[in-house]
T-cell receptor
Framework: DGGITQSPKYLFRKEGQNVTLSCEQNLNHDAMYWYRQDPGQGLRLIYYSQIVNDFQKGDIAEGYSVSREKKESFPLTVTSAQKNPTAFYLC?????????FGPGTRLLVL | AQSVSQHNHHVILSEAASLELGCNYSYGGTVNLFWYVQYPGQHLQLLLKYFSGDPLVKGIKGFEAEFIKSKFSFNLRKPSVQWSDTAEYFCAVRRYNTDKLIFGTGTRLQVFP
């Protein structure tokens, strides 16, 4: 079954804690992206990666970090520096011009 | 900075009504245009896209969109909506030869039977 998987579906973070959201794709897509979705604000780009071992900041990268050690995987870490982490996080990948999205992870702060 | 505007934040329709959702963008060069839909509890999925050619593009589930270059618009239309069209709709723009999509803020559509 091909596609983009994100885990977990729900994630809870305590104050001061770093958490990592997983994104895996078996579509052999080169580029991968992380977005944050908040009500009334659409999707905002956090980080993206066009090739392995390379990534660029998006529009709201502060408080987040990523790695791209494998083509299939693009994990996102929400650090304690992100003061408002509660949101729905979407991972996407691209082959050509069209982006395809994963099911998302909802992060909640305890 | 490039932006994408969706002026309708929340639209409520009865079944069989016609739908038009507005999308305007601010970039003047060549663009690729997309409409995505997010049904309740489901993935964001591609509804239709425009890259070049015929400015009237047809997508899945009876949706279509028209690219009007002079108006920087890419409005989404459907002649007769169904209850199952209840979802959030996002317009997105990609500047030619770049990797970043710019999304609008989304329009929430509710269709009542």
């Amino acid at each position: 079954d091909g596609g983009i998987t994100q885990s977990p579906k729900y994630l809870f973070r305590k104050e001061g804690q770093n958490v990592t959201l997983s994104c895996e794709q078996n579509l052999n897509h080169d580029a991968m992206y992380w977005y944050r979705q908040d009500p009334g604000q659409g999707l905002r780009l956090i980080y993206y990666s066009q090739i392995v071992n390379d990534f660029q900041k998006g529009d709201i990268a502060e408080g987040y970090s990523v790695s791209r050690e494998k083509k299939e995987s693009f994990p996102l870490t929400v650090t304690s520096a992100q003061k408002n982490p509660t949101a729905f996080y979407l991972c996407a990948s691209t082959l050509g011009e069209t982006q395809y999205f994963g099911p998302g992870t909802r992060l909640l702060v305890l | 900075a490039q932006s994408v505007s969706q002026h309708n934040h929340h639209v409520i329709l009865s079944e069989a009504a016609s739908l038009e959702l507005g999308c305007n963008y601010s970039y003047g060069g060549t663009v690729n245009l997309f409409w995505y839909v997010q049904y309740p509890g489901q993935h964001l999925q591609l509804l239709l896209k425009y890259f070049s050619g015929d400015p009237l593009v047809k997508g899945i589930k009876g949706f279509e969109a028209e690219f009007i270059k002079s108006k920087f618009s890419f409005n989404l239309r459907k002649p007769s909506v169904q209850w199952s069209d209840t979802a959030e709709y996002f317009c997105a723009v990609r500047r030619y030869n770049t990797d970043k999509l710019i999304f609008g803020t989304g329009t929430r559509l509710q269709v009542f039977p």
